[in-house]
């Protein structure tokens, strides 16, 4: 059996907005194989990216990780935090929440590295795309010249402000070595650009949407790193070039071995990439399991809704079926302690008003589903009415304002509005 590389338990984010704490990421559990390729999958809003971003540490406030482990394998940064941070390690697994912002800042590029859904918001207009990559490639290989210190990339005098000032203004003092640039124009032929050497001392502009998504993944590739988070890397792109991304995704897991963790709303793409699957709704990972289990033996009602609305191209199934309603706010005023997706669900029954645990599921031993489903059949005689939710649950800010004030009668002026400021929705 592979080992684990990643194991993530009990992983709430919380984003603290002025409508209320959004529950973006909600008590997530999530185990990564060593090698595999894991896809999250789900609607916008689902939570997918930001599961991602809190793996490598990139929550920004108003957002925060408030609880939960993430836990990495990695022998040789466990023997070295055991002394200092001995209730980070366990084994060979660092809590990487347990341990300085430093030392988490220092693993991005070399142990985690992230591909982002807009390269073109990624890279610096300003400078050439070979000289972002070979500043990428000399960051981490600083970084390995002095493992898991962030001194080396800030501190040493190579380093400094004072020599990037010098360095823009005489040509012999280089920010960056000959072997960064050489191995910048490795990367860019790794990952398939056409005349690499040239194609190095171009602007971002100078490049195709595809060719920039390719750069980036050379970027992401700079610090060799164990693990390559891919949050949409295909979205901006069209379908050719996507295909073409993904082709390229696949050659490198297959050369390097590198796990990856692929977040995408697109099944095609996980059916095409993935060794296992979560199924992501509502901050929460309702179904998992392999392909086979997911696509085949799957559960859960959002799992078949997400299949129903794919397009058949042999031409069996006739229209679509969209899943009705929209992904819930996520406001934690609004959540409830029902199962999250059952007011869209077409199968909810009385069952289904306490929020479900993971069960196990038929299949692999990796399937679990976060429905009842999984346990018992589906009985018409307990379905819920139509409209049930509608009915039921009230606005959350009627639920968090306490009991019911008794309505005061309005005072004299808006019951009688004056006529300039009646009739317009914002008044
Ligand atoms: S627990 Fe009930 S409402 Fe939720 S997905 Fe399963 S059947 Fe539907």
Do not use: W
């Amino acid at each position: 059996m592979t080992e684990d590389i990643l194991r993530v338990n009990r992983l709430s984010t919380r984003f603290f907005t002025q409508e209320g704490q959004v529950n973006a990421v909600d008590d997530l559990d999530l185990r990564i194989e060593r090698g595999e390729v894991f896809g999250i999958v789900g609607e916008s809003g689902s939570g997918k990216s930001v599961t991602a971003r809190s793996i490598v540490d990139l929550i920004e406030s108003p957002g925060e990780i408030t609880d939960g482990t993430i836990r990495f394998n990695d022998a040789e940064l466990a023997a070295a935090v055991r002394e200092d941070h001995p209730g980070a390690v366990d084994g060979d697994f660092v809590d990487l929440r347990a341990v300085p912002e430093r030392l988490r800042r220092s693993l991005r590029g070399t142990s985690f590295s992230m591909i982002f859904q807009d390269p073109e918001s990624s890279f610096n207009p300003s400078l050439t795309v070979g000289e972002q990559l070979a500043e990428a490639v000399e960051v981490q290989r600083r970084a390995s010249a002095t493992p898991r210190s962030t001194r080396a990339r800030t501190k040493s005098s190579e380093y400094s402000l004072g020599n990037f000032v010098l360095s823009a203004m005489l040509p012999s003092r280089r920010y960056v070595s000959e072997e960064s640039r050489e191995r910048a124009i490795e990367l860019l032929e790794l990952v398939g650009i056409p005349d690499p050497v040239e194609r190095a001392d171009e602007y971002p502009h100078e490049y195709s949407g595809g060719m920039l998504q390719r750069a980036m993944i050379a970027q992401a590739l700079a610090g060799e790193p164990d693990v390559l988070i891919a949050d949409e890397p295909t979205t901006a792109l069209d379908v050719t070039i996507q295909a073409q991304i993904l082709d390229l995704l696949d050659d490198l897991q297959r050369e390097t071995g590198m796990t990856i963790l692929l977040i995408t709303h697109n099944l095609g793409v996980v059916a095409r990439m993935c060794d296992r699957v979560g199924v992501m709704y509502a901050g929460e990972i309702v179904e998992r399991g392999t392909l086979a289990d997911v696509f085949d033996d799957r559960v859960h009602p959002y799992t078949e809704g997400l299949l129903g609305s794919i397009p058949d191209l042999e031409g069996v199934r006739g229209r679509l079926d969209p899943i009705p309603g929209n992904v819930p706010s996520l406001l934690d005023a609004e959540m409830g302690d029902r199962c999250h997706f059952a007011d869209r669900c077409p199968k909810a029954m009385a069952d289904c008003l306490e929020h479900p645990p993971e069960y196990p599921a038929a299949g692999s031993e990796h399937h679990q589903a976060r429905c009842v489903l999984a346990e018992m059949e589906y009985d018409p005689a307990r379905a819920l009415p139509e409209g049930y939710f509608d009915e039921t649950e009230r606005p959350a800010a009627d639920k968090h304002a306490g009991p019911e004030e008794p309505e005061e009668e309005p005072p004299e002026e808006r019951r009688h509005p004056p006529a300039e400021t009646t009739g317009g929705e914002h008044q």
